[in-house]
């Protein structure tokens, strides 16, 4: 791999970044190509491909981040990996065929910022508060205890604790729908990421709109006291909105 091939990181209206004092994959300089409308940045590599790293992640998103905070907020950011051997690829596979798909993404995304929620919770815990909480189920669960048990009888018990620990997961999404999906233009709910994880939502707001955003993750924090673990990710590049097969 010689150092006319690039490492691609986000794509840009032109004319694009100015100069940015992070330094890419391998530390490499951070530069920008225009190629008409739009503006790559981009910086040398000598690798062929770059393994998915905790670094290597972490530098490919450090320098989409840096760019946003310097003021070149409206970016589509490219999969981490993609390397070029000449710009010519990039007019031929991406520009010629989606140029007009990727313009229309610049005008949905101009003045906004993507920010993103996950909320875990202790599923045993939910459980005691279920049966501390639900007086029907507890004295269904006493009145079968010690004595020996039918299938029927274990399946019937098992399937009202599940509706029951379901109902208070879905009381909690619906909290947060309520109290976040008003400030987003767009709002995209991701599968959970563990097993303790019961929502994993991104939402596309004003760019300026994110201290009312913060204030109401409080709140919804404070109104759930002890029961959630939330991680609220308030800066990030748009993955979730800059995504072509959304506007087919």
């Known amino acids: 791999m010689t150092d006319s091939c690039f490492y691609l990181y986000g794509l840009f209206p032109a004319p694009g970044p100015g100069a940015l004092e992070v330094q890419g994959l391998d530390g490499q300089a951070i530069q920008t190509h225009v190629i008409g409308d739009f503006a790559f940045l981009y910086s040398p590599t000598l690798q062929s491909r770059y393994l998915a790293s905790r670094k290597h992640l972490l530098g490919h998103e450090r320098v989409l981040e840096a760019a946003m905070t310097a003021g070149d907020r409206t970016l589509l950011p490219l999969q981490f990996g993609l390397i070029i051997e000449a710009w010519d690829q990039v007019v031929t596979d991406l520009l010629t065929p989606h140029g007009d798909s990727l313009k229309r993404l610049f005008t949905e995304l101009e003045g906004k910022r993507e920010v993103g929620v996950k909320v875990m919770w202790a599923a045993d ?3 005691n508060q279920l049966m501390a909480e639900d007086a029907g189920l507890r004295q269904q669960r006493d ?3 010690g004595k020996q048990l039918s299938m029927d009888e274990i399946v019937t018990i098992g399937q009202a604790i599940e509706r029951g620990v379901q109902a208070r997961k879905e009381a909690i999404i619906a909290a947060f729908q309520e109290r976040l999906n008003p400030l987003a233009s767009q709002v995209v709910e991701n599968d959970p990421l563990t097993d303790t994880m019961i929502y994993n939502a991104a939402y596309l707001i004003p760019w300026d709109s994110e201290p ?4 109401e993750i409080e709140a919804l924090d404070a109104t759930f006291e002890d029961r959630l673990r939330i991680r609220y990710n308030n800066f990030t590049a748009p ?3 800059a995504q072509l097969n959304q506007l087919n």
């Open 125 to 127: 815990q939910e459980l």
């Open 143 to 145: 009145r079968l205890e």
């Open 212 to 215: 009312q955003v913060a204030a």
């Open 239 to 241: 993955y979730n909105f």
